[in-house]
Each structure stands twice: as structure tokens, then as C-alpha cells.
């Protein structure tokens, strides 16, 4: 038996008006249409579903029982057309996002803060990993969007670089080094550098390994297995200096200090696959192109800013979408 939801509304919109003239005017339909259609379905159904008379229809008991079970499907598919429609337009749905990078300040979380609040119903999941974690999660669907350092162009994914950071060196606040407001490569040729065993610890160290190797030095550099936050416990011990992205500075910690590293600064992108036609993905990377656009007619004021000296114990944050090829160097 073959029900179309249009019967179904025709039967409620009959039932409500007591008319079957009544009810195809309400519905923008003919009347022949709907007396038709309600008897067909009569017929498949074996039963009865109005009587007929000069005033109109009234329900016979089997259309009272096949009435309450219409109006609670009917409703039942608006309702699911409201809420994907919802989804449709992104006010609704989940969004999963992969990050390396800190949430304490600076572009993604501004930006993930203005997405929160136009679009509450969306819900964030965060996921952090690496560079090529991320990339063949996006591939694979399991993130919708990744943000990461550098700029990669993965054949089957989009790309597009929206912010960039400056790169810090984390100090003992002791440290002869931290009576100085920038601090370049050549200050830190003898330095001891700890690097942790998390996401970004091998980044760290490659990186220093290159940079200080144009140098014609030979880097100290020695792993703990422990997070972010004991590594910086480690730091103010003395043990050794390490690097960080800029994102990362707003977070304090005792006996710690940042100093700007000249001349360096690591550019962030974000990926997705082409093939994503989640809603809530294309708002966020909507949003993210009109806030990048904003900071970069911004940029002169901030780069300003940026000659400012650091404060003792963290830099403000400065965010722009100048091009530069350098890696993710958060600990």
C-alpha cells in the first residue's frame, strides 16, 4: 500500500475543516483532488474514513483512529524537516577540528569564539595531533578541518593559510638571556634545548637542528616524556631553554620568561577535503576568511605593535597572514 504524505495531510486538513472545499483551499489544491485522493485511500485502507453529507464530512470511527496516527506522522516530518533544514543552513550539526596548536590566545580561538556564539547549536570536537595525523584524518573524513603549521598542499585536500605567529624562546627567568627583549639564533649556539615526547617534540627538534646547523653548531638537545605544562616546570629548573609558537606565551608559569626569537615566524593553514559538504564546516571557513581579511587590513597597526618591548614574563599576541615557511613549534 502506497501512503504519500500529501493524503495523509489531506485527511488532517478534512478532518479539521469538515469539509473536503474547506480543506482544499486551505491546502491551495482542488477539491476533486483531495475527494478523490481520500477515496482511494479508503478503498486500499477497506475502511471508511468519512461520511458525507450536504455539510461537509464528519470522521467515522476508523477515521478517528487512522486521524491520530496521520497527524503524528505528519507532524513527525516536519519536525525532521525543521531540524535538517537546521543542520542545512550550519545553525545546527557538529563540526570536528584538528589542532596543534594552543587554544589560550591569539587567531584560532578568537575565531572559534565568534563561531561559538553565532552558531551555539554546532558542536566543536577537538581533536589534537600531528601535522600528517590530521591530513589523513580529513582524507578519511574523521575531521572535517585541520589547522597546522606550514603550507601544505596535499593533492586531494584544499588549503588555505589564515594567520601566522612569532616564534618565542621559553627561559629560566634567571637566565642571562632574559635581560634582552629579542634574542637571535647566534645567542643561542651553546644553549642546552629540552624538547618534550609529545605532538610537537620532534618538530622542535628538527627544527633546531636545521636552524642552528647553518650556524656550524652542534645542538644540546635532550627529550623528557612529559606534557607542555612540565616542560616549562623544567625550564624554570634551569635543565635547559626551549621554543614555543606565539599562541602559547598567554599561559603563565613560575620562573618562566618569553623572549621574541628574530626573524622567525610560523604560518598556520587550514585543510579540508573538497569532497565535505558538512554546513557547519563551510560557516566556520567562511568566517575564518572574513577574519583573516580583518586582521590583515589591520596588519600595519599590529606590526607596530610588535616592536613593543615583551613584558618580563609573556609577549601580547599578534596574529596577521603574512607568508613564511617555518613548522609548528608549540611544546
Given at each position: 500500500m502506497a501512503i504519500e504524505l500529501r493524503h495523509l495531510r489531506y485527511v488532517v486538513a478534512a478532518s479539521e475543516w469538515g469539509s473536503f472545499r474547506r480543506a482544499a483551499v486551505s491546502?491551495?489544491?482542488?477539491?476533486?483532488?483531495?475527494?478523490?485522493r481520500i477515496r482511494d485511500l479508503e478503498d486500499d485502507l477497506?475502511?471508511?474514513l468519512f461520511i458525507r453529507h450536504s455539510g461537509g464530512v464528519t470522521l467515522t470511527h476508523a477515521g478517528?483512529?487512522?486521524l491520530r496516527h496521520a497527524r503524528q506522522a505528519v507532524n513527525e516530518v516536519s519536525h525532521a524537516a525543521t531540524d535538517i533544514a537546521s543542520i542545512g543552513r550550519g545553525d545546527e550539526g557538529m563540526v570536528r577540528v584538528g589542532i596543534l596548536s594552543s587554544l589560550a590566545a591569539g587567531f584560532l580561538p578568537q575565531m572559534l569564539r565568534v563561531y561559538s556564539d553565532r552558531y551555539a547549536g554546532v558542536h566543536i570536537d577537538f581533536v589534537e595531533g600531528t601535522p600528517s595525523d590530521h591530513i589523513a584524518a580529513v582524507r578519511l573524513h574523521k575531521l572535517d578541518v585541520a589547522f597546522v603549521t606550514g603550507e601544505p598542499s596535499p593533492s586531494d585536500c584544499d588549503a588555505a593559510q589564515f594567520w601566522t605567529e612569532r616564534v618565542f624562546v621559553v627561559l629560566p627567568s634567571d637566565h642571562a638571556l632574559a635581560e634582552r627583549e629579542r634574542i637571535s639564533w647566534d645567542d643561542l649556539r651553546d644553549q642546552v634545548f629540552i624538547v618534550g615526547e609529545g605532538i610537537s617534540g620532534p618538530e622542535i627538534q628538527?627544527?633546531?637542528i636545521k636552524k642552528l646547523s647553518d650556524l656550524d653548531a652542534c645542538p644540546v638537545i635532550e627529550r623528557y616524556c612529559v606534557g607542555r605544562d612540565n616542560l616549562m616546570q623544567i625550564v624554570s629548573f634551569g635543565r635547559g631553554v626551549t621554543l614555543t609558537s606565539e599562541a602559547t606565551v598567554a599561559a603563565r608559569f613560575p620562573g618562566v620568561v618569553y623572549r621574541r626569537l628574530e626573524g622567525e615566524a610560523l604560518p598556520f593553514c587550514a585543510v579540508w577535503s573538497p569532497?565535505?559538504?558538512n554546513p557547519a564546516l563551510r560557516r566556520l571557513l567562511s568566517l575564518a576568511r572574513s577574519m583573516a581579511r580583518d586582521t590583515h587590513r589591520l596588519s600595519p597597526t599590529a606590526s607596530a605593535n610588535a616592536r613593543l618591548p615583551c613584558s618580563a614574563q609573556a609577549a601580547p599576541t599578534r596574529n596577521s597572514v603574512a607568508l613564511s615557511q617555518t613548522r609548528d613549534l608549540s611544546p
Open positions: 491546502l491551495g489544491v482542488e477539491q476533486s483532488a483531495i475527494s478523490r477497506g475502511a471508511t478517528n483512529i487512522f628538527d627544527f633546531l569532497n565535505n559538504d
